[in-house]
């Protein structure tokens, strides 16, 4: 309580700290996925994300964030701020025509729903091959595109 003042004060901090580790770590990962033999960002992210190293907390981010959506008023600006980022990593990573907004959007949702279902059900196998089917979609849609 001494050095931060609230249970608000702690939990923001300990999500401040989480979401920038986890941030720096990633975008070091995608930064390591160069060339023609490039996986797909959405994949890298998923196995950086499932990692036994970074599972935990990521599990922790998502506890503590459930917790911030239930007062708004005191975690409102700073989960649209978390949001954003994450967001700004996706489009960073993305290329050729599915660099945009929306599809980060869709890919962050998907990702989101995919952990949460891990998280719930433990199920890597089953949700990893919902996520590669998800990525064909979006690959076959992008290059009918061009």
Not at 5 to 25: A, P
């Amino acid at each position: 309580m001494f050095h931060f003042k609230s249970k608000e004060g702690l939990l923001q901090n300990v999500i401040e700290e989480l979401n920038s580790r986890l941030q720096r770590s990633l975008e070091s990962t995608l930064n390591h996925n160069p060339g023609p033999e490039r996986v797909a960002p959405l994949k890298v992210f998923w196995q950086w994300a499932t990692s036994k190293r970074n599972l935990p907390d990521l599990r922790l981010l998502y506890e503590v964030q459930i917790i911030a959506l239930q007062n708004p008023a005191q975690y409102g600006p700073y989960l649209k701020k978390a949001s954003a980022d994450w967001h700004d990593i996706a489009v960073q990573s993305m290329s050729g025509s599915l660099r945009n907004s929306s599809m980060a959007t869709i890919c962050l949702a998907v990702f989101d729903g995919l952990m949460l279902e891990l998280m719930t059900t433990g199920e890597h196998r089953r949700l990893t091959e919902a996520l590669d089917q998800f990525i064909y979609i979006v690959t076959d849609f992008a290059t009918r595109e061009q």
